[in-house]
């Protein structure tokens, strides 16, 4: 079972896809999709769709997972957010994948255990439950840790089957 | 001169149709794309970005013009509303037109000429700028403000020329 991870963005989307099996997970790959700020936004939006075309593709994700995004500073980022966010949905409903959405503190708690841990204990998390010889970057690693907790909600419905 | 306004919404997106020649605008059509409310949000956003696709190829239009929305009530609706409006825009891109962004004060100030206008004040103004013999629906009828007032620049812009 493969599974994506989105951690959507206007302005860097980070994506990662691991493969499980169980409650075994292996780390397949990570990155980000960024998009051009001097570009228009219909550009931008895009640029991101493209990307994230790109990563489905390349990847076959058998299942992919989404941040539900409820924190937004203002209306106008929400706004934009919720662009990109709407690009990204439609290519993985394009590619007729499963999309699930999970909340930052479930994220959190997935990898973390705690619903509050700041970026770089995601990624400090990731590295280690993946074995990872690097640090992914912030956006990579949160998509990784999205991937991550929707891999462990999978785990346990099957074994509750 | 073919253009396409769109008033984005994630429950009904309007759209209006209409012909330019310097000041003269012509009507073409008008319309609501609907997305399900049983539906999942990504299966709602195929049905808009399918919509708004099938109005490209129907109409062929040669510029687009949608609304800037600044006033969401709160930064949950704001991202609804921007998932839907990412798809619209990502289709227009897609179709290579340019899209103008205008504010719905621009949009009402354009045919009514007062820009705190009623939803119904616009309906009626739409109806007797472009001698509709009925009143469209009020997003339709805002999709055809957005046109007209996107109009109205281009033949501006085109008498400064």
Known sequence: MRILGIDPGSRIT??????????????????????TPDFTFPDRLKEIYDGICEVLETYQPDSAAIENVFV??????????????????????????????????????????????????IQQAVRALLKLSSTPSQDAADALAIAMCCSNHLAVSQVSL
Chains 1, 2 share one sequence.
Not at 18 to 33: N, R
């Open 72 to 121: 937004a500073k203002n209306p106008n980022s929400a706004l934009k957010l919720g662009q990109a966010r709407g690009v990204l949905m439609l290519a993985v409903r394009q590619y007729q994948i499963d999309l699930s959405e999970y909340s930052a503190k479930a994220v959190k708690q997935a990898v973390v255990g705690y619903g509050q841990a700041d970026k770089y204990q």
């Open 14 to 35: 980070g994506f990662g896809v691991i493969e499980q099996a169980g409650f075994h997970v292996e780390y397949v790959s990570c990155g980000v999709i960024k998009s």
